[in-house]
Structure formats: structure tokens, C-alpha cells
């Protein structure tokens, strides 16, 4: 939960402050990094800022997401024409068993209409990254395009 939604919080910049200060870093630099909030990234993932995205969208990508790892998911959560994603989905994710968790990373790019996001999916066996083109339709988001990655097994 914390990772997908990592927007700072007022509890988060006054825990930052306290710290800042018990390392003795000045006022000026404790202000700058309180404006422009440090992020952590992933190796072979990338960052898991997900602020620029709007609440409502990160809702609906979460449900979506959600439903992938419920197992879900239905063609109508996708764009009429790319339908046929549903299978590559659900032959990709077959290959790991069940999805215990995920992560959204930071937009490739987005806008009203469009949002390109990578998504890792933890599995028992390690993870795998993807990339979802998601698409709005009648005021929701659908999948339009899902580009599979590396999977990366535990070590």
C-alpha cells in the first residue's frame, strides 16, 4: 500500500524534518528536499513515484491492477480491439502462479487520455516487469497494450 501510494504525507515531512535535523543538515536543505520529495527506485524497475498521477486515475488503475491479481479480469477491462491481451495476460502470469503483490512505478508518460505505467508483479518465485498502455473509454481506463519484461526469480 505504502508503494503505491507514495505521496508524502504531513506525517512523513514532519518525521523528515525531526531526522533532517537529528543529522545536523541545514534549514535550506531540509526545505528543499521537503519541496521536492527523494523517491526510492527499484533495480531493473525504476522509481516509484507515482505523484504526478491524479487520484482518481491511480483508482482505477489500482482496480485494475487488482483485478489482474484477483484473477479477475474480463475482455470489457480491456479496448474492444485489444481483447486478445487478455490471453497473452493470462498465459504470461500462468507460467509464475499466483500474484502475491505489485508495485506501480513512476508514468513512462501520460495524459487525460492515456498513461503509459509500469507494473512489477511479485510472485513466490520472484517478479516480473511489465508495461501497461492503458486507454480512456467512456470515462474509464481499459488496457489497451501490455508489454511483458524480465522475470526475475528470488535468489
Keep these: 500500500e505504502e508503494l503505491i501510494r507514495n505521496t508524502p504525507s504531513k506525517s512523513s515531512a514532519s518525521k523528515s524534518k525531526i531526522f533532517f535535523s537529528s543529522v545536523g543538515l541545514s534549514a535550506s536543505l531540509n526545505k528543499q528536499i521537503e519541496k521536492n ?4 527506485e527499484l533495480e531493473n524497475f525504476g522509481s516509484l513515484n507515482t505523484s504526478t498521477i491524479d487520484s482518481s486515475t491511480k483508482v482505477e488503475i489500482t482496480k485494475l491492477i487488482n483485478k489482474i491479481k484477483e484473477e479477475n479480469i474480463t475482455k470489457t477491462d480491456f479496448l474492444p480491439d485489444f481483447s ?5 495476460l493470462n498465459y504470461e502470469l500462468s507460467k509464475h502462479g499466483k500474484i502475491l503483490s505489485y508495485i506501480l512505478g513512476k508514468p513512462i508518460s501520460q495524459t487525460e487520455t ?17 508495461i501497461f498502455e492503458l486507454q480512456k473509454q467512456e470515462d474509464l481506463f481499459k ?5 511483458f519484461g524480465e522475470f526475475f526469480g528470488n535468489e
Design 143 to 147: 488496457i489497451k497494450r501490455i508489454t
Design 84 to 88: 486478445h491481451e487478455k490471453i497473452l
Design 114 to 130: 492515456n498513461i503509459l505505467i509500469p507494473v512489477r508483479f511479485i510472485f513466490q518465485d520472484g517478479k516480473l516487469n511489465t
Design 37 to 40: 520529495p527523494i523517491y526510492p
